[in-house]
């Protein structure tokens, strides 16, 4: 019954920036703590960021840290994640997750479907 739909990936180069959208449907969005995640070809899936609740606290990746930022806009639904100063190791398939307790990467519950973002050198 919950969904989460993530958009906004793309091919992009080195460096540039990509923001990624992630609807969630089925349950209030401020009832869920929320993620990113991601997995490139071949290797396990990795967690990338979460967001609380109620848009604070936030927590990272080391590799994303500095690059990336997650914000949520619970009336929206909408959970987002803008990546800046990209690098060809980003490239994966991005998914969003939520969960009632999941802060910040465990015992998430809802997946989407998931986004590819590609960033050539």
């Known amino acids: 019954q919950v969904q989460l739909v993530e958009s906004g990936g793309g091919s992009v180069e080195a460096g540039d920036s990509l923001t990624l959208s992630c609807e969630v449907s089925?349950?209030?969005?401020?009832?869920?703590?929320m993620g990113w995640f991601r997995q490139a070809p071949g290797k396990e899936r990795e967690f990338v960021g979460a967001?609380?609740?109620?848009?604070?606290?936030?927590n990272y990746e080391d590799s994303v840290k500095g690059r990336f930022t997650i914000s949520r806009d619970n009336a929206k639904s909408t959970v987002y994640l803008q990546m800046n100063s990209l690098k060809p190791e980003d490239t994966a398939s991005y998914f969003c997750?939520?969960?009632?307790?999941?802060?910040?990467?465990?015992?998430?519950?809802?997946w989407g479907q998931g986004t590819q973002v590609t960033v050539s050198s």
């Open positions: 997750a939520g969960g009632g307790r999941a802060f910040p990467r465990y015992n998430y519950d809802y």
């Open positions: 089925g349950q209030a969005l401020s009832n869920l703590d």
């Open positions: 967001i609380g609740r109620f848009g604070n606290p936030t």
